[in-house]
């Protein structure tokens, strides 16, 4: 294991970035207007948050759209492939923008720039692509943008090394009442599907005060949830225990709500289960991918656990807290897959009945095992199948949102509905959504509201 200070970015190159900053800033001598595009999951929102906290400070200011900015920044995904053709896509589209706007910076980061060869890529056929950083030196965008801006050059640098971790960076968050942190970085379980331990590196636990430390200045300010992020949140330093033991310690604090995501099964220690039994300010909710509901598909992903094992997390967790929702990621089509493997997914999320599922076809990603995999399955078929899964699903959910009707359940108040100016929508601690006649000004606080309705897949109610 690696030495802590050798995990943590230094004060002193920390230093050296908040000169960029302050050199940016006094180098700025007309307005810039900045508009990230996010692609992915939470940790790449948390990331953009980042990045937005990071610009505010040059002195620069967020704009309503692409068109508008001055400088665009694309922060990647690369999951599945149409992630990847997505991100791409719409660099490309920048192309044509900038032949209207020649001053416009363009830059790209995250996930799909960390891919092996991508770098080299962009630099040879994307030369409208001024700036390009990876997710292990995403803090050296200060740097990066001051050779763009201040000595007009081009800035491509990915490193190959794992990022260390960064602690004071400024951070734009979406709202007042809502936060991410992240608690780690990175993954090592190496699933044979996934190319996020390709890109996002080796697991890297960030230290236990810290995330307190940034969870009680949270608490200050009035924040009424906190997301925990990372790609396999149970395994913080290391070991299941240390991952309760935070738990606990964020109980602590007068945060009403704490979540946190993803979760390896495998890594679902007895004293994590215990704290949904135990914890006050832990959501009964948890994200809990399968990705299959078959044995020999279970090994063949590298998952580590059986279909059984799996259900005696999901009976363990329902024992101490019966209201638990879950929720999976379920990959349909993996490589080999057959229909009567596939029907085992079925029967699964019969037997465990999540409150939601994200299906996704099976996508080859370059250099994980499972792209070496024969596959003569055809995508029709697939497609066949993910609908299958996605209509059995979905009469799961609407079953169970039908019975919340009647009971009365705290709702944090998220945005104005989208629907009806009247009506505002926010999430139970469950994590379903909930529309309700209310006034703008609910936004932020949680309330009891009457469940009265239910649709496919969000209710209804009325303020008590
Ligand atoms: N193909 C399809 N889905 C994938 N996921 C990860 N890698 C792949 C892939 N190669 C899904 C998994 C994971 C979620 C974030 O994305 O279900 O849990
Ligand atoms: Fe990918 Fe598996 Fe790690 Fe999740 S646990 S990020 S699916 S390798």
């Not at 595009?37 to 309503?64: F, R, W, Y």
């Not at 307190?212 to 925990?228: C, R, T, W």
């Amino acid at each position: 294991m690696k030495d802590r200070k050798d995990i943590v970015v230094s004060d002193e190159e920390m230093a050296v970035q908040k000169g960029y900053i302050s050199a940016i800033r006094d180098a700025l001598n007309r307005e810039m207007r900045y508009c990230i595009v996010t692609l992915g999951c939470q940790m790449n929102a948390h990331d953009s948050e980042t990045i937005a906290g990071m610009l505010d400070q040059m002195g620069m200011t967020p704009a309503e759209s692409r068109e508008q900015a001055d400088l665009v920044l694309y922060n990647t995904c690369c999951v599945r492939e149409n992630a990847e053709n997505k991100a791409l896509g719409n660099v490309i589209w920048l192309k044509e923008l900038k032949a209207l706007k020649p001053d416009l910076i363009i830059g790209v980061g995250g996930c799909m720039m960390q891919e092996e060869g991508m770098g080299e890529k962009v630099r040879k056929m994307y030369p409208f692509v001024d700036l390009a950083f990876g997710t292990h030196n995403m803090y050296r965008l200060p740097e990066l943008l001051y050779r763009v801006i201040c000595e007009k050059q081009r800035a491509i640098e990915i490193t190959r090394e794992d990022g260390g971790i960064c602690e004071g960076l400024p951070v734009h968050r979406r709202n007042n009442f809502s936060a991410y942190i992240n608690i780690m970085y990175g993954c090592n379980n190496y699933c044979s599907y996934c190319i996020v331990p390709y890109v996002r590196g080796r697991e890297r636990s960030r230290d236990m005060d810290k995330i307190v430390e940034e969870a009680k200045a949270l608490a200050d300010s009035g924040v009424q949830e906190i997301m925990l992020l990372g790609q396999n949140v149970n395994s913080y330093m290391g070991g299941g225990a240390h991952f309760a033991e935070l738990l606990y310690r964020l109980d602590q604090l007068d945060i009403p709500r704490v979540r946190f995501m993803t979760s390896h099964p495998k890594d679902i220690s007895d004293e994590l289960i215990a704290c949904f039994g135990e914890l006050h300010h832990l959501c009964k909710q948890l994200h809990l991918p399968v990705q299959a509901g078959n044995d020999r598909i279970l090994s063949q992903m590298n998952r580590r656990y059986t279909r059984e094992q799996y259900l005696d997390k999901v009976r363990a967790l329902r024992a101490v807290c019966p209201e638990i929702g879950l929720t999976s990621d379920i990959i349909v089509g993996f490589p080999g897959e057959t229909l009567e493997e596939f029907e085992d997914t079925v029967s699964l999320i019969d037997e465990v009945r999540y409150d939601a599922a994200y299906t996704f076809i099976y996508s080859p990603r370059p250099g994980t095992r499972a792209a070496n995999m024969p596959d003569d399955t055809p995508m029709e078929e697939k497609s066949r199948r993910i609908q299958r899964l996605i209509e059995h699903q979905q009469r799961i959910t609407t079953e169970l949102c039908t019975r919340q009707i009647g009971r009365i359940e705290p709702v944090l108040v998220e945005e104005v509905s989208a629907r009806d100016a009247q009506c505002v929508g926010g999430k139970t601690e469950r994590g379903h959504m909930v529309n309700f006649a209310g006034e703008p000004s609910l936004i932020g606080r949680i309330v009891p509201v009457k469940i009265t309705s239910a649709g496919k897949n969000t209710l209804r109610g009325e303020m008590l």
